[in-house]
């Protein structure tokens, strides 16, 4: 079919392209608040603890200034979340027949367990600071911590069963995937790595977040105590969970070059099958979605196989020798990912972890001589721009987890081809992902002007809560923005 204008002719867009675009554009959009949210709770979480057990105002302070930020971030994380569940009905119906019954348990885990656990408590957390006793109310953000974190878990189960399916069957008179064992799913070894590696990649979001807001104060007023404080702590912050989640996210890599070796092959432009792999530095390759070679290749010998097998000769799958077998194995088909796209988006990821790290290790560096920190104005300028790191990195992750998985939208199961609603034609889709993009792009506008902000305004005055005479405790008002 196609598109008449003038003497050209167009091709026109398929349901199922622009169905994978709205879903890429809400999925990446609201994962933008998701590790803000996770790593930041903590962090309040972890300051009202510190309050509740020295007394000191300045950690209560502290934890209604960033309080605020994480609320901000909650909202919107829910309103894009609900959007983009709504469409594996909407445009995935076929998808949804195919796995509902298996997809849907962690799903309906994360909805009826984690959110409403999160949710019911984060609502006694905000009005409950004059109303709750204080170890109670202590306890709430607490929950709301455990909450959010499990919230992850849940949803990884989902997403790590596509990547790597375990505990089911498919029925042979229906044909359809069914559940065998909730208890395979919920330990699938892709989960526990992922969720580890999710996790530490979210603490370093929201310790680079917290980094940026504090050295923004700092440059405006080098002498404020306050966030000379937070700085030092989001510093050793951002530098354990920058190690961890390059060192997780390693192991992760080794997993899923067993798992998944078409897309591990992508991410690393190897065509051939090595024993002694070496590791990509550069690579530049024919201008195709699905080259079967590179033109130009930097490498260093060796270094894949070491970092995939921990062995010097460890042999490597290529893209060429997998295509083959998964051809032979799964039916005639073009079983590669877009190879720039898994090469570059793997590259991005790893690349800003590893500058993220360099960032804290030059701040703890400053801060062994007193004063020297708050006087780099340099540095500072730099961690508040340093912010969009994580976030960066976390969408260039998830884009290579996606798409290094395609055609597969359950790995080795079902085509993404065939996952598609066949009912809802590409007009339907068009004009609800137009309607998304304008929507997001609104919410966008209005969530960076509200972080902006929150993050530009004062933590309340030193005093405002003061001790009361009879030595109850301190009882400030609802958060409030």
């Given amino acids: 079919m196609w598109l008449l204008r003038g003497s050209r002719s167009l091709p026109s867009v398929s349901a199922l392209d622009l169905a994978r675009w709205q879903f890429a554009i809400t999925t990446l959009y609201h994962f933008l608040f998701v590790p803000v949210t ?23 302070r502290l934890t209604r200034f960033f309080g605020r930020l994480f609320l901000i971030n909650f909202a919107l994380g829910v309103v894009t979340g609900i959007v983009q569940e709504f469409q594996f009905g909407m445009n995935w119906s076929a998808y949804s027949k195919y796995v509902g019954d298996i997809f849907g348990a962690p799903l309906a885990m994360e909805g009826l367990a984690a959110f409403f656990l999160e949710s019911t ?56 995937a069914e559940m065998t064992s909730i208890a395979q799913i919920l330990t699938n070894s892709t989960l526990i790595r992922a969720f580890g590696h999710t996790i530490a990649a979210a603490a370093l979001t929201g310790s680079m977040l917290v980094l940026g807001v504090a050295a923004w104060h700092l440059r405006r007023n080098a002498g404020d105590a306050l966030f000379g404080v937070v700085t030092r702590i989001a510093l050793w912050t951002t530098l354990a969970a920058a190690i961890v989640t390059l060192l997780l996210g390693h192991t992760q890599g080794q997993l899923m070059t067993k ?31 699905h080259p079967s070679k590179s033109l130009v290749s930097i490498a260093i010998p060796h270094g894949l196989s070491i970092l995939a097998t921990n062995s010097w000769n460890g042999k490597v799958l290529g893209i060429n020798d997998i295509q083959a077998a998964y051809v032979a194995k799964y039916g005639p088909g073009d079983y590669r990912p877009i190879v720039g796209i898994d090469y570059w988006s793997f590259r991005i990821m790893t690349g800003l972890g590893f500058l993220a790290l360099l960032i804290a290790a030059i701040g703890l560096w400053l801060a062994r001589a007193r004063g020297r920190l708050e006087r780099s104005r340099r540095f500072l300028r730099i961690a508040v721009w340093a912010i969009a790191l994580p976030l960066v990195a976390n969408l260039a992750g998830w884009i290579f987890t996606e798409m290094g998985r395609q055609p597969w ?4 199961l079902l085509l993404t081809k065939n996952a598609v609603s066949p009912t809802v034609g590409p007009w339907s889709v068009g004009l609800t992902l137009a309607g998304f993009t304008a929507l997001y792009g609104v919410l966008a506008v209005v969530e960076g002007l509200l972080m902006f902000r929150a993050a530009r305004s ?13 030595g109850s405790p301190i009882t400030p008002p609802a958060l409030t923005y």
């Fill in 259 to 289: 798992q998944q070796p078409m897309k591990m092959a992508a991410a690393e432009a190897l065509y051939k099958t090595k024993s002694g792999a070496p590791f990509s530095l550069f690579d530049i390759g024919p201008w195709q979605a």
């Fill in 458 to 470: 004062d933590p309340e005055p030193e005093g405002t809560y003061p001790a009361p005479a009879d």
């Fill in 38 to 60: 996770i790593g930041l709770v903590w962090f309040v979480a972890a300051f009202q603890t510190a309050w509740h057990r020295s007394g000191d105002e300045r950690w209560l």
């Fill in 409 to 412: 939208v359950v790995q080795g």
């Fill in 121 to 176: 408590f984060l609502g006694l957390w905000i009005f409950g600071w004059d109303r709750l006793r204080p170890r109670v109310h202590l306890a709430t953000i607490w929950i709301v911590a455990i909450g959010t974190t499990a919230s992850a878990y849940f949803i990884l189960a989902a997403n790590s069963w596509m990547q790597h399916p375990v505990g089911y069957k498919i029925n042979p008179v229906t044909q359809r």
